[in-house]
């Protein structure tokens, strides 16, 4: 796109040429180059590091553990591998946490059904 500006186009008709649109092209320009780090499912220090985290905040599940790392620690790491990355299943609900939501069956613990009225 630059080196068509520098032959002279106008930024319409480069956008035009290239087929994007001249406000996406404006924000191309203004954003900040990320360097995306995919490790490895298995990286032992991003586990080391969601561990660390999810021991230190126990109330907090994967969003929030997810969020701190992202913005208050700069990874850039996907939401879902926060998730799995939780061999305890803590993050999940699986370690017996009670989510508020009803069981499996679909009906809450201590729950008695409404009687069946017989004529």
Request: with cysteine; aromatic share 6%.
């Amino acid at each position: 796109m630059e080196s068509l500006q520098q032959a002279g186009w106008t930024v319409a008709a480069a956008c035009r040429l290239v087929g994007v649109s001249r406000s996406g092209q404006y924000a191309a320009q203004r954003a900040c180059p990320v360097t995306k780090v995919e490790p490895e499912s298995t990286d032992p220090a991003l586990l080391a590091r969601i561990r660390a985290v999810t021991e230190a905040h126990l109330f907090w599940g994967y969003r929030r553990v997810w969020a701190w790392l992202r913005y208050r620690e700069g990874l850039v790491v996907n939401k879902k591998r926060v998730d799995s990355a939780d061999a305890g299943g803590r993050l999940d609900g699986q370690a017996g946490a009670a989510s508020g939501d009803a069981d499996a069956q679909g009906e809450a613990e201590g729950h008695v059904p409404p009687a069946i009225l017989v004529d």
